[in-house]
């Protein structure tokens, strides 16, 4: 079982930008420019104001990102095109990015996951991620946010609400709460030994509708780029 206490004084950290080159819903959205800045500059601009992240990497197998990224400044860690499918997941991203650091001598504490797909993410929230996992909240933390939305299934041409008799009127609702790809945290010990972010007690980082931005496809797109138009840059 892993230990689930509060880390070390000076704990390691380590965020991971995953950036492949492969996009269905908007091609290469990763460095399409959004109101004149390739998308995942946003995320490293955030990222790189916050002092307790030791290194910040972008794992691509993807040239251009690259370029992009190491003229940034940043770190690229070349990712096989194996980990690059549609298939792969976030953690095997993760676990081969910790290998090849490992190899150069580094080991961390913590990993964060910070999607450049969502560019209106706050220091304040990426430093509270790292705040619940360094303090013993849990051994991984992800964002969620809030919603009155009535969820339920579509089966054969029918709605099937997940809670029977929810009233009617939204202000009335208890909210649910949808798990949002701001950020996520997790001990590199939990990762290591079991594979996956998920755990039975996941600690969740509640965020505002802004920060829970999630850029997929060209509406997303469109919109995010209005916001940040209206609103600067939305932190």
């Known amino acids: 079982m892993v230990d689930s206490s509060s880390l ?3 704990p390691r950290i ?6 492949r080159g492969g996009s269905k819903g908007v091609p290469r959205k990763n460095i399409r420019l959004l ?4 998308l995942i500059i946003y995320t490293l601009d955030t990222a790189s104001t916050i002092d307790t992240i030791d290194t910040l990497v972008v794992s691509t197998d993807d040239d251009k990102i690259a370029k992009i990224v190491e003229d940034y400044g940043v770190k690229v860690i070349q ?8 298939t792969s997941t976030t953690e095997v991203v993760l676990l081969h990015a910790l290998e090849v650091l490992k190899e150069e001598g580094k080991e961390y504490d913590v990993v964060l996951v910070l999607e450049p797909t969502s560019p209106l993410r706050s220091d304040k929230t990426i430093e509270k991620a790292i705040s619940m996992v360094v303090n013993g909240v849990a051994e991984s933390v992800l964002s969620v946010r809030k919603t009155w939305e009535n969820i339920g299934y579509y089966e054969s041409g029918f709605f099937r609400p997940v809670l029977q008799n929810a009233p009617r009127r939204r202000q009335l609702r208890d909210p649910f709460y949808i798990e949002s790809s701001t950020i996520y945290a997790v001990k590199t010990s939990w990762l290591m030994n079991t594979g996956t972010l998920v755990c039975k007690d996941w600690g969740a980082l509640v965020v505002n509708d802004i920060e829970a931005s999630d850029i997929n496809t060209e509406g997303d797109f469109l919109f995010v780029e209005y916001l940040i138009k209206k609103i600067g840059n939305g932190k």
Not at 14 to 19: N, R
Not at 79 to 86: G, I, K, Q
């Open 8 to 10: 070390s004084s000076n």
């Open 14 to 19: 380590l965020a991971v930008v995953p950036a």
């Open 35 to 38: 109101n004149g800045k390739p």
């Open 79 to 86: 990712r096989p095109s194996e980990l690059a499918l549609d």
